[in-house]
């Protein structure tokens, strides 16, 4: 059994003060919810005031990114060693910004998975095709190859401690989701490659979130797919009530 999972991308939104409002607030309406894993994934800057307000709550912390070196002369990067410091359980890394802003790789992925994963924090791996590709029929034969990529060099016990996410390009801060039937074709896609990859005892415990236009309207339509175990949060994550119904809605 897989319980649903939701997180919230707080991209680069809210200062200090703005974040500590959000957090109060998404407490008082989620505190006590169970059976489900709730993340919110503010900016380095508000994570240790917020890992403050966190404390003894069911509201699991995250970080945006990463670098995989633990400490040195890496000017503006933060390593998994600080964000363990402060309370992350989780890392996102690979989003489709960071990959198409930043011009980041799998490659580069990997390592700030396995460095994340040293360290005890469980890396969220993104991965998704954008319009082009999907339209040119290559969406499984990318999102496969970010995969291999983006994963290589765990082992199967690393697995279990990672989150997939799917985030199709064409459908992040668009207001386009992707169809459920859409979704479902590809995260039924990555646990077969899971599957192939690591046995199945990863494969059917992989929790595999999707990510794109999340709102209240459509989580639940999402949450009814088989190979869909949650959802990573962008936009609507911003507001109180609307990720404590996206929550809601997720736990079914
Ligand atoms: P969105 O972003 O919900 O605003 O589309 C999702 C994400 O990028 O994680």
Do not use: C, H
């Given at each position: 059994m897989r319980r649903p999972f939701i997180a919230g991308n707080w991209k680069m939104h809210k200062t200090v003060p703005q974040a500590l409002e959000l957090v109060e607030e998404l407490r008082g309406l989620l505190e006590g919810e169970e059976g489900v894993e709730i993340v919110v994934a503010p900016p380095f800057t508000a994570l240790y005031p917020v890992a403050q307000v966190l404390k003894g709550s069911v509201i699991k912390l995250a970080a945006q990114d990463c670098f995989w070196e633990e400490e040195g002369a890496f000017t503006g990067e933060i390593s998994p060693v600080m964000l363990a410091d402060v309370g992350c359980a989780y890392c996102i890394v690979g989003h489709s910004e960071r990959r198409h802003i930043f011009g980041e790789g799998s490659r580069e992925v990997a390592r700030k998975a396995r460095a994340l994963l040293t360290h005890g924090i469980s890396p969220i791996v993104c991965v998704g095709e954008t319009l082009e590709e999907r339209e040119r029929g290559e969406a499984l034969k990318v999102v496969g190859e970010q995969m291999e990529g983006s994963l290589a060099g765990l082992s199967g016990e690393d697995m279990a401690r990672v989150i997939i996410a799917y985030e199709p390009v064409w459908a992040i801060g668009t207001g386009k989701t992707a169809t459920p039937q859409q979704a479902q074709e590809m995260h039924a896609f990555l646990r077969q490659w899971a599957?192939?990859?690591?046995?199945?005892?990863?494969?059917?415990?992989?929790?595999?979130?999707?990510?794109?236009?999340?709102?209240?309207?459509?989580?639940?339509?999402?949450?009814?797919?088989?190979?869909?175990?949650?959802?990573?949060?962008?936009?609507?994550?911003?507001?109180?009530?609307?990720f404590a119904q996206i929550v809601k809605g997720g736990k079914g």
């Open positions: 599957w192939e990859k690591f046995g199945g005892d990863v494969a059917s415990t992989l929790t595999i979130l999707y990510g794109g236009s999340v709102k209240p309207g459509n989580i639940q339509g999402l949450m009814a797919m088989e190979d869909i175990d949650g959802a990573l949060v962008g936009g609507a994550s911003l507001r109180a009530s609307s």
